[in-house]
């Protein structure tokens, strides 16, 4: 079992290769290639936006795609892009309804 799959709230894993093929994936991105595909492209963009914020020996530590219930979690570590998406926890907000009283 990995270690991708211990992870609180993970709905889904891919371990891709530096030129984005998949090597193993689970849950909701098991085998998506597409989603492959659109990460490996960010990781690849990442070093174009600014050569001076992303220098090519100093690497992202970690980028997050945040949608409203769920998001995508990508590092890089020992040459392979490691791709977690997690469920969100909403806050739990207190429902406060206000009740008449009676005054007699």
């Not at 595909?37 to 936006?49: A, D, P």
């Not at 980028?63 to 739990?92: A, E, G, M, W």
Request: aromatic letters at 6%.
């Amino acid at each position: 079992m990995l270690a991708l799959e211990r992870i609180p709230d993970q709905t889904g894993y891919l371990v891709l290769t530096e030129d984005g093929a998949v090597l193993t994936s689970g849950g909701d991105l098991e085998n998506d290639e597409r989603i492959a595909n659109i990460i490996s492209s960010l990781v690849t963009l990442t070093s174009k936006v600014d050569p001076k914020a992303f220098p090519l020996n100093n690497a992202f530590e970690k980028i997050s795609i945040n949608y409203k219930d769920h998001c995508y979690v990508v590092c890089l570590s020992n040459k392979k892009i490691y791709v977690v998406k997690r469920k969100l926890q909403f806050p739990t907000t207190a429902n406060m309804e206000s009740q008449s009283t009676i005054e007699m």
